[in-house]
T-cell receptor, first 115, second 113 residues
Framework: EPEVTQTPSHQVTQMGQEVILRCVPI?????FYWYRQILGQKVEFLVS????????KSEIFDDQFSVERPDGSNFTLKIRSTKLEDSAMYFC?????????????FGEGSRLTVL | QKEVEQNSGPLSVPEGAIASLNCTYS??????FFWYRQYSGKSPELIMS????GDKEDGRFTAQLNKASQYVSLLIRDSQPSDSATYLC?????????????FGSGTRLSIRP
């Protein structure tokens, strides 16, 4: 069964360092997403990506964040200068159908710990 | 006003009973609605999707949608201990937010043996 894969599963970094989280969406999917979940809190929308550009982004997704689909298979989230409050689980998800329908398929997540 | 609201629980239900989970949403033009289950430390997994008013059944799960009341619910019949998890309601907005899928904060369900 096709699945979304994420690497690394856990990353520990120092405050101020750059972090890149990687995702391989399901191959025939068209919409890609990053969500984050701070421990014990809700799943928060960060950004959606379609046709090689950002479709929507939340207030959380400020200039410190960027996304890229560098090679047609990977979908990356970069945090330029991490802060303590960036510590969270980051989920990548993909969706295959038109924008108003279709279900999200999530990866297992990348846990980011900022010290 | 929160976009998707859920009672955080915990909701405790005896094994074999019906668990009822509720969700309200603020965007009247929303067209697509989903229920996800999330076990502690794991990613959300899709249980049900519903797009039209009324009921949709899949095994022990029934999703109910009332667009006039902006209300979505999930019924779990014959609750099992393995159903103990956090249940997330998710909504796709319309128009410029059509690709933005918003989650509620989740309802923690506990099935007691």
């Amino acid at each position: 069964e096709p699945e979304v894969t994420q690497t690394p599963s856990h990353q520990v970094t120092q405050m101020g360092q750059e972090v890149i989280l990687r995702c391989v969406p399901i191959s025939n999917h068209l919409y890609f997403y990053w969500y984050r979940q701070i421990l014990g809190q809700k799943v928060e929308f960060l950004v959606s990506f379609y046709n090689n550009e950002i479709s929507e982004k939340s207030e959380i997704f400020d200039d410190q964040f960027s996304v890229e689909r560098p090679d047609g298979s990977n979908f990356t989230l970069k945090i330029r200068s991490t802060k303590l409050e960036d510590s969270a689980m980051y989920f990548c998800a993909s969706k295959g159908q038109t924008s108003n329908t279709g279900e999200l398929f999530f990866g297992e997540g990348s846990r980011l710990t900022v010290l | 006003q929160k976009e998707v609201e859920q009672n955080s629980g915990p909701l405790s239900v005896p094994e074999g009973a019906i668990a009822s989970l509720n969700c309200t949403y603020s965007d009247r033009g929303s067209q697509s609605f989903f229920w996800y289950r999330q076990y502690s430390g794991k990613s959300p997994e899709l249980i049900m999707s519903i797009y039209s008013n009324g009921d949709k059944e899949d095994g022990r799960f029934t999703a109910q949608l009332n667009k006039a009341s902006q209300y979505v619910s999930l019924l779990i019949r014959d609750s099992q201990p393995s159903d103990s998890a956090t249940y997330l309601c998710a909504v796709i907005g319309r128009g410029s937010s059509a690709s933005k899928i918003i989650f509620g904060s989740g309802t923690r369900l506990s099935i007691r043996p």
